[in-house]
């Protein structure tokens, strides 16, 4: 055996070692993950053990701690991929999204949850809302908005009469590739996809595809099925749903804006504590007068609270009236935020909390 033959096995052997250490550290840590199940349910707590500030927590910590030579991101992907087993050895988490499997939805809640989750693939983002309000899933997984389509007002109108809170966000950098069994562009005949992602990428298309058929969907998952059984068919879709309908990538990565990102809200009937890098969502509807909107909003500067986001949707009230959505940064437990939602009740019509949650870790 040659030297450098020698070394490599050496080096092979301590990689072996470590993967058994690992492996022991994994399942003492997963030991540990049910005795705290155990000690909650001897204290009364029932349902899921899922706490999103406790989790956001760890992927700072670990990141924050993190000497490389593993990137951020990965050591990031590592450890919720750990804490989800070890959640799911607690109690099995259920979680609802806008389906069917492969859509954006579905991966957000899987960067967000693990895969060691039950997921329930619905229909509509309606659905989600009447799931875990039902206690049919834990939690949910809904759109919010599209850096470049903006808001989904869907999400928004739902949670004018939901009671559920808004537990944490993720952010999904969105990459659209065209998917087809076929092996050039000009064989193809019509693209399948939602209409979101017809128009982040109507510059690409108009450039390559102008003659070509667009077909509106339900989902670029339900677009990915169509096109596996239409071999002059494409979709636009992500790259889960390629792989899950057997799809080869003819070309990558057509959206218009190479920073195309989706933030999802994940919904639940929990309160989140505060990790000191949280956002709280509102909805406010303020008197339909001259300087009503402004005298809301004057609090914000006083108490020098930074407002990351306002939309607003028509009130079902009544014609000519609207709720507005408000995200500003911080927690409700923090004085200036507490001072600012005191001050804004007294001068709005309506003012309901959504939740305070952690932000979105990383772009992972």
Known sequence: MTTSAKDLKQLRDRIDALDEKILRLFNERAAIAIDVAEAKRSQGETGSFYRPEREADVLRHVVDNNRGPLKDNDVAHLFRALMSACLSAEAPLTVGFLGPEGTYSHAAALKHFGYAIKIIPLASIDDVFREVEAGAANFGVVPIENSTEGVISNTLDN??????????????????????????????????????????????????????????????????????????????????????????????????????????????????????????????????????????????????????????????????????????????????????????????????????????????
């Open 159 to 364: 949670f004018v009469d939901s009671p559920l809170k808004v537990c944490g966000e993720v952010s999904l950098r969105i990459h659209h590739h065209l998917l087809t069994k076929s092996d050039s562009l000009q064989s193809i005949k019509r693209i399948y996809s939602h209409q979101q992602s017809l128009a982040q990428c109507r510059r690409w298309l108009a450039a390559n595809l102008p003659q070509v058929e667009q077909v509106n969907v339900s989902s670029n998952a339900e677009a990915a099925r169509r096109a596996a059984e239409d071999a002059s068919a494409a979709a636009i879709a992500g790259e889960q749903a390629g792989e899950l309908y057997k799809l080869t990538s003819l070309v990558s990565n057509i959206e218009d804006d190479p920073n195309n990102t989706t933030r999802f809200l994940v919904i639940g009937d929990i309160d989140t504590h505060a990790t000191g890098e949280d956002k709280t969502s509102i909805m406010v509807s303020s008197r339909n007068e001259a300087g009503a909107l402004y005298e809301l909003l004057a609090p914000l500067a006083r108490h020098k609270v930074s407002m990351s986001k306002i939309e607003s949707r028509p009130s079902p009230r009544g014609m000519w009236e609207y709720v507005f959505f408000l995200d500003l940064e911080g927690h409700v437990s923090e004085p200036a935020i507490s001072g600012v939602l005191e001050e804004i009740s007294q001068q709005a019509v309506m003012l309901k909390l959504l939740g305070s949650y952690p932000k979105s870790v990383l772009d992972f």
